[in-house]
Nanobody, 115 residues
Framework: QVQLVESGGGLVQAGGSLRLSCAAS????????MGWYRQAPGKQRELVAA???????TYADSAKGRFTVSRDSAKSTVYLQMNSLKPEDTAVYYC?????????WGQGTQVTVSS
């Protein structure tokens, strides 16, 4: 029913920037939480950045000061601006949206940071 379409992943050199987009099939305000997770090979999926309640946001310690989550309600889209990228940021990045009843995931987009 709900679709999340991600874009913006790719290959970038260390110190570079990348912006990920997540377009939802319905209003982003219909979700209680919406944000970004990532998973590197052999590691657990972890929260990177998300909207929690209202305009409140939360960030992983590794993302603070470098990453910024934003949204455009008219486009039903959430963004993740990633600056000062490091090789350890290399992972598959997933968009997630949740309601009290369900959670939804995007297909994932690969981000590779070369040293």
């Amino acid at each position: 029913q709900v679709q999340l379409v991600e874009s913006g992943g790719g290959l970038v050199q260390a110190g570079g920037s990348l912006r990920l987009s997540c377009a939802a099939s319905r209003s982003i305000f219909s979700f209680n939480r919406m944000g970004w997770y990532r998973q590197a090979p052999g590691k657990q999926r972890e929260l990177v950045a998300a909207f929690t309640s209202g305009a409140s946001t939360t960030y992983a310690d590794s993302a603070k000061g470098r990453f910024t989550v934003s949204r455009d309600s008219a486009k039903s889209t959430v963004y993740l601006q990633m600056n000062s990228l490091k090789p350890e940021d290399t992972a598959v990045y997933y968009c997630k949206a949740a309601t009290p009843w369900d959670e939804y995931w995007g297909q994932g987009t690969q981000v590779t940071v070369s040293s």
